[in-house]
C-alpha cells in the first residue's frame, strides 16, 4: 500500500508514538483519525497537521465507543485501510510492595487498557476493513498493534505491563491467520525505550543511564524512527503475522 493512499486511525494518537505515527503519514499524503482521550491534545494535534487528520475522543476500552468512532472515521476518511494502535499506560507496582500486594484493579486497569483495548480496536477495525474493496494481492487493510521489549524481559515492577504487552505479542499470529481469509495484515512492533513525553521530566542522571544501557546506538529511540517502521510495514505486504522489535539490541534488566 502506497502512504499516499492511507486511511488510518491511531490511538493514542494525541502525543507521543502514536502522534509520530500521524505526522508521518500525513506528511505522505494519507490522512489521519486521531483517537485519544485527552481533549486538548488531541485537538491541538490535529490543528498541527492540518486538514489530513482530525479528532475523535475514544477510550478504546469502550466497546460501543470504539465501534461508533471507527465508523466516524471511516465515513469522515472516506474509507479505512490503516489502523495503529499506540493507545496505553505503563501500570508500574510490584506484586508484594512495600505496602501490600499490589491491588487487583492495577493489574486489571493496565490489561484492559493495553492488551484489552488493542483488541477492541482491532476487531472493529477488521469489521470494517473487510467491507472494502480489496487492492492487489487482494489487501483490504493493515492492522499494527505496538508492544514493548517488556513482553520479554519485563523488569521488577513490570508484572501488569508486561503481561499485556505479552499479550499482544501472542495474539498477533492468530489474529492474522484469521484474517488472511479478508486480506487483512496484521503485525505487531515491539519498542525499547523511546524518548516520548513520558521521560521529559525524568533527571538528566536517570536519562543518562537509560541510554547507556543501549548498545547501538547509545541513546533512546525517536519517535520519528516508530513512525518510520510503521510506514515500512504499511507499505510491504508481505509482513504478516510477526513481530518487529525496535530497540537498538537493549535487553532489560531485572531493575
Not at 118 to 139: I, R, W
Amino acid at each position: 500500500m502506497q502512504l499516499d493512499q492511507v486511511r488510518a486511525v491511531v490511538t493514542g494518537g494525541a502525543s507521543g508514538l502514536g502522534l509520530a505515527v500521524a505526522r508521518h503519514l500525513v506528511a505522505q499524503g494519507g490522512k489521519v483519525a486521531l483517537l485519544d482521550v485527552n481533549d486538548e491534545k488531541g485537538e491541538a494535534s490535529a490543528q498541527e497537521l492540518g486538514g489530513g487528520a482530525f479528532y475523535i475522543r475514544t477510550d478504546v476500552t469502550s466497546e460501543d465507543g470504539v465501534r461508533d468512532a471507527l465508523r466516524e472515521a471511516k465515513s469522515e476518511l472516506g474509507g479505512l485501510n490503516v489502523v495503529v494502535n499506540c493507545a496505553g499506560i505503563l501500570g508500574p507496582g510490584r506484586v508484594l510492595g512495600k505496602e501490600g500486594p499490589m491491588p487487583l484493579s492495577t493489574f486489571e486497569t493496565t490489561v484492559r487498557v493495553n492488551l484489552v483495548g488493542s483488541f477492541n480496536v482491532a476487531k472493529a477495525a477488521a469489521e470494517l476493513m473487510a467491507q472494502s474493496e480489496p487492492g492487489e494481492d487482494g489487501e483490504r487493510g493493515v492492522i499494527v498493534n505496538t508492544a514493548s521489549v517488556a513482553a520479554y524481559e519485563g523488569q521488577i515492577g513490570q508484572a501488569a505491563y508486561a503481561a499485556s504487552k505479552g499479550g499482544i505479542v501472542a495474539m498477533t499470529l492468530p489474529i492474522a491467520r484469521e484474517l488472511a481469509r479478508v486480506g487483512i495484515r496484521v503485525m505487531t512492533i515491539a519498542p525499547g525505550v523511546f524518548h516520548t513525553p513520558m521521560v521529559d521530566g525524568m533527571p538528566q542522571a536517570v536519562y543518562d543511564s537509560l541510554c547507556a544501557q543501549v548498545p547501538y546506538p547509545s541513546r533512546l529511540g525517536k519517535p520519528e524512527e516508530f513512525a518510520e517502521t510503521v510506514a515500512f510495514i504499511v507499505r510491504t505486504r508481505y509482513l504478516n503475522g510477526g513481530v518487529i522489535r525496535i530497540d537498538g539490541a537493549i535487553r532489560l534488566a531485572p531493575k
